[in-house]
């Protein structure tokens, strides 16, 4: 009997160790009609996500497909193509970056060679050459050589002004500028549908990261913006599609915490180590993924940059 439970036992883990590393299949989730979400996985970039670790999104016009950020690599593209092509055979006219972190990105040159135009705010694509290098050798830590045959191609057509309006085949499109997470990241809003697509400004599901480029200050100032828009439904840059109301909970509240609270404490000379370790276990954020891991590093750099105000 022991040793039928021991085979079991190990059975089950060997099956669990398979599920775990199984590879990721995008899959388009319909959000309104001919517009899509596809949701990403919520750890980190693998070899089994090829770096679509984060959430993406494509409208079907009568003039063609609009895809809202490409993935993080050449075969990460090929999977998003995959999944939109389970929903229309329209070829993708349009790639538009909300941001320059490699998932935003890097899948940008597999969709321009079959014809693609590549657009985005016009510091979003400096922001893109800028960290292309980096990016190319951090992913390469994660995908190896699944990471071969990616060409980094910054945004070609690039939109100026704080904020600037597309449209293709009845779809319009608002750009405007978040800055939150990467110099340069943007949000994407919908005007007749109510939808926004928030980039690396939002996050549900799991813990917003604060990177050391990151403006907590911009970021704040940037969900107020899109909660101003009152959006129906909010495509976030990681996690479920959600409304306004859990998007508020989970990114807006949390910017709030740490510009009003941690922000507050820095500007008034408190002790940093006292500040952090006095809101070191905040209820409202605990359940969210990478709590744990990112909470205290949010803390401390939000600090250090109102500190230095």
């Avoid at 090829?50 to 497909?65: E, R, W, Y």
């Avoid at 928030?198 to 200050?217: E, H, N």
């Avoid at 949390?254 to 500007?267: H, K, P």
Wanted: charged share 20%.
């Amino acid at each position: 009997m022991r040793v039928f439970s021991f085979l079991v036992g190990s059975v089950l883990a060997v099956l669990s160790s398979t599920a775990a590393c199984a590879e990721y299949i995008p899959k388009a989730e319909l959000v309104a009609d001919n517009v899509y979400a596809i949701v990403g996985p919520l750890g980190q970039r693998s070899m089994e996500n090829d770096g679509l670790n984060a959430n993406f999104g494509f409208i079907v016009t009568p003039a063609g497909v609009i895809l809202i950020d490409s993935g993080a690599s050449l075969l990460g593209a090929e999977k998003l193509e995959k999944a939109i092509r389970a929903v229309t055979d329209k070829p993708v006219r349009w790639v538009v970056n909300t941001g320059s972190q490699d998932h935003r990105w890097l899948g940008n040159g597999y969709f321009a060679g079959r014809g693609a135009e590549i657009i985005a705010m016009d510091r979003t694509a400096a922001t893109q050459a800028q960290y292309a290098t980096q990016h190319m050798g951090g992913l390469e830590r994660f995908l190896g050589a699944r990471l071969q045959g990616t060409k980094p191609l910054p945004a070609t057509r690039k939109l100026s002004g704080d904020a600037a309006t597309i449209e293709l085949g009845g779809e319009t499109l608002a750009l405007q500028y978040s800055d939150a997470h990467f110099p340069g990241d943007a949000m994407i809003f919908l005007p007749k549908r109510g939808i926004v697509f928030g980039g690396d400004l939002v996050y549900v599901d799991r813990m917003l990261g604060i990177l050391p480029w990151s403006s907590v200050r911009k970021g704040q100032r940037a969900f107020k913006a899109l909660a101003a828009l009152k959006p129906t439904r909010v495509v976030p840059g990681h996690g479920r599609v959600c409304d306004l109301a859990k998007a508020q909970r989970e990114t807006g509240d949390y910017y709030d915490f740490l510009a009003d609270v941690i922000g507050a404490a820095a500007r008034e000379m408190e002790a940093m180590d006292e500040v952090i370790k006095r809101h070191a276990d905040h209820a409202a954020f605990r359940h969210l993924e990478n709590y744990d891991s990112l909470h205290r590093a949010n803390m401390n750099r939000a600090f250090t940059e109102f500190e230095a105000e």
